[in-house]
C-alpha cells in the first residue's frame, strides 16, 4: 500500500475542521441539555440528568411548544405536498418550450434571490390590503411556498432533463394515454426524486423563520416560538428543545431514505420479475 500524500492530511484535515464546524454546535447543545436540576446555559455542567427533557413535556410558564410543533409539522406537510405535485406539473410544463417560459422561470428563481424578510413583509401587507386575516395556515402557507417551490421546480428540471423519453414512447407505442403514461411509467421512474422534493419541502418549511416572520399571525410556529422563548426562558429547557427537534429531524431523513431504498429494490424486484416472465 502506498504511503498517503501530505496533501491527503492537509485535506482530510480541513474536513474534518468543517464537520466540526457543521455539527460542533449540535453536539454543544446535546450535550447541555443533559445538564442537572441546578445547571444553566453554559459549561461546566452541573451534574447529569434528564431533568430538563421532563420539563420539557410539562406545562411552561412562557410559550407553547406543542402547540407550535403541531402547527409546524401541519404547515410542513402541507408545504410538502403542494411543493411536489407543483413542481412535477411545472417540470412537465417546461419539457417542451413555450411563451413566455424564459422569462417565468427567471420569476420563479427571484423568489430565491429577495431577501426572506421582505417576502414575508410583502405577504403580510397584501393579506392586510385584502382584509384577510394573517394566518399561519394561509398567509403563512403561502410565504413559505415561495421558498420551497423554486427548490422542487429546479430539481424537476435537472430531473427531466436527463429522463429518457423513449420510455414514453414505448409506452405510447403499446397504446397508453398520456395520463397512463405519466402515471405508469414517468411517476414510478421519478418517485426516488419526488420523495427528495418532498423532504426538501418539509424540512425548509419546518425550519423556516424569516418568510413566517410577519405571515403567521398570532399563532407561532416552532422557530418562532424557539426565537421567542429565548428572550423570556434562561434555562437548559432550550436545549432539550433543540436535542429532541434534532432528533426529530433526522428520523424525518431517514424515514424518507429508507421510503427511497424500499422503492428501489422494489422496482429492482419488478424489473427481475418481468424478465423472468419474457424468459
Not at 55 to 75: K, M
Not at 112 to 121: A, G, K, M, R, V
Not at 162 to 191: C, M, N
Not at 213 to 233: D, F, K, R, W, Y
Amino acid at each position: 500500500m502506498e504511503p498517503r500524500s501530505r496533501s491527503f492530511y492537509v485535506l482530510a484535515s480541513v474536513f474534518g475542521l468543517f464537520v466540526l464546524f457543521l455539527y460542533g454546535p449540535i453536539l454543544t447543545i446535546g450535550v447541555l441539555s443533559f445538564q442537572g436540576p441546578g445547571g444553566g446555559l453554559t459549561f461546566p455542567m452541573n451534574g447529569v440528568s434528564l431533568h430538563w427533557f421532563f420539563d420539557l413535556f410539562e406545562q411552561q410558564a412562557v410559550g407553547d411548544i406543542w402547540g407550535s410543533f403541531r402547527r409546524s409539522f401541519s404547515l410542513g406537510l402541507m408545504v410538502m405536498v403542494v411543493t411536489v405535485v407543483v413542481s412535477v406539473m411545472g417540470g412537465l410544463a417546461f419539457r417542451h418550450k413555450f411563451r413566455g417560459s424564459t422569462m417565468l422561470f427567471y420569476l420563479i428563481v427571484a423568489s430565491l434571490i429577495i431577501p426572506s424578510i421582505l417576502i414575508s413583509l410583502g405577504v403580510g401587507l397584501i393579506f392586510n390590503i385584502l382584509d384577510f386575516d394573517v394566518h399561519w395556515s394561509t398567509s403563512g402557507f403561502g410565504a413559505q411556498l415561495t421558498w420551497t417551490l423554486p427548490f422542487g421546480l429546479l430539481i424537476m428540471f435537472a430531473v427531466f432533463n436527463r429522463f429518457d423519453k423513449s420510455y414514453e414512447e414505448a409506452a405510447r407505442d403499446l397504446g397508453a394515454s398520456s395520463w397512463q403514461t405519466i402515471r405508469h411509467v414517468v411517476l414510478p421512474i421519478i418517485a426516488p426524486s419526488l420523495i427528495g422534493v418532498a423532504l426538501f419541502g418539509f424540512t425548509l418549511s419546518y425550519d423556516e423563520f424569516a418568510r413566517t416572520l410577519l405571515t403567521a399571525g398570532s399563532h407561532n410556529t416552532l422557530p418562532l416560538e424557539i426565537v421567542g422563548m429565548t428572550t423570556n426562558v434562561t434555562s437548559p429547557v432550550l436545549y432539550a428543545l433543540g436535542t429532541l427537534t434534532t432528533v426529530f429531524s433526522f428520523l424525518m431523513i431517514g424515514s424518507f431514505l429508507l421510503l427511497v431504498i424500499f422503492l428501489k429494490r422494489r422496482r429492482a424486484g419488478a424489473g427481475s420479475d418481468a424478465g423472468k416472465g419474457m424468459v
